[in-house]
């Protein structure tokens, strides 16, 4: 067993009962929480909710101290700023939707995070993620959660196999209420009542059109078009609207209308009936799969193509160098994001993933 773990703490519910749970297997833990942007200077330190927000930091420390171990603050602006802001402005910038929390996970938590470990000594790393561990045909694999509904292996899937070696998930096995019933056996009642949040962690507010004014997006208003290519109103911008969006388009048409296409080529918006962004057929890009031979002998997975979606039988075609490839749905999905991940599944391992494509 590896006794020295370093521990992310955000200072809500997940890590520090993670922090609990190791403590009381006998783990040497060594406590650290990064500060991926200046929550100062985006006036959020008084919000309850942000993991990264100088209240959340500070209870994290708190926590730490309360269980005995060392705790360190550690700056990861630049690097976040570097691998998630800046992806995430530029994929809004060209019509698409990001998933920031993909990248912070590779690039932060299992990139710098790993590089800290090594330099406080310890081999592993621990994080509250719901998600598990198991192994196949000679091969580390993400495994879902107990709990289903918080299960977040889809925020993951671009883990390494190397990762996973070094890697440790307390909650894999236990649900949501398990965690708040040890948070309130061990004294933490008030990170019980603690509000989860649903926003991206840099933007406090989820105002994202003025976050992406802020990075210099300022797009031109365009043409909204109908399935006939009518002009049936003008948008602010196409950075500022995703392929399902119902709301805030500022246009009657007489039906409920949803964003169908974002061309910024032409800098036209499609709009469409709900039916319109049903499709069996999904590409993707920047393809990864963990075990090449287990998908070619066997190309049935299921596919995920957003957190909250269910997973959904698919057939896999890979290109000739396994770098895209084309999933054709056993029964129709609903509109599939360009930016967004696609998680693929086999007996509930994350088998590989990839970043969905414009049509």
């Not at 929550?39 to 926590?63: Q, R």
């Not at 649903?198 to 109908?226: S, W």
Request: charged share 25%; proline share 4%; with cysteine.
């Amino acid at each position: 067993m590896a006794k020295r773990v370093l521990i992310a703490m955000s200072g809500g519910i997940d890590s520090t009962v993670s922090a609990l749970l190791l403590k009381e297997q006998g783990y040497d833990l060594v406590g650290v929480t990064f500060r991926t942007f200046d929550s100062i200077k985006e006036s959020c330190i008084a919000k309850e909710k942000g993991c990264c927000s100088i209240e959340s930091i500070m209870e994290a420390k708190h926590n730490a101290e309360k269980m005995g171990f060392e705790h360190h603050i550690v700056d990861f602006r630049d690097t976040f700023r570097r691998h998630v802001i800046e992806n995430f402005v530029d994929e809004y910038a060209h019509g698409r939707t990001p998933n920031p929390c993909v990248l912070c996970n590779s690039h932060i938590k299992w990139g710098a995070l790993l590089d800290a470990a090594r330099e406080y000594g310890c081999e592993k790393i621990a994080t509250g993620h719901y998600a598990r561990i198991a192994e196949h045909g000679g091969h580390r694999y993400l495994r879902t959660a107990a709990d289903t509904h918080k299960d977040q292996t889809y925020f993951l899937w671009m883990l390494t196999e190397a990762n996973l070696e070094r890697t440790l998930f307390p909650l894999g096995n236990l649900t949501k209420d398990e965690v708040r019933r040890i948070a309130a056996e061990h004294g933490y009642d008030a990170l019980v009542k603690k509000p989860e949040s649903q926003e991206v962690c840099f933007i406090p507010d989820n105002d994202y059109r003025g976050f992406l004014a802020k990075e210099g997006v300022h797009p031109e208003p365009g043409d909204y078009i109908d399935a006939a290519g009518k002009v049936v109103g003008k948008h602010q911008g196409c950075p500022f609207y995703t392929i399902g969006q119902r709301k805030g388009l500022g246009v009657a048409l007489g039906y409920p209308a949803f964003v169908t296409d974002i061309d910024t080529g032409t800098n036209r918006i499609s709009l469409g009936h709900h039916d319109d962004l049903l499709t069996d057929i999904v590409r993707v890009r920047d393809l990864r799969i963990r075990d090449l031979q287990w998908l070619t002998d066997s190309p049935q997975v299921a596919a995920r193509i957003r957190y909250r979606s269910q997973a959904t039988p698919a057939s896999l075609t890979m290109d000739a160098e396994n770098k895209t490839a084309t999933l054709q749905f056993d029964s129709p999905v609903w509109a599939p994001t360009p930016g967004q991940s696609v998680v693929l599944y086999k007996d509930n391992l994350v088998v590989g993933g990839g970043i969905i494509e414009r049509k």
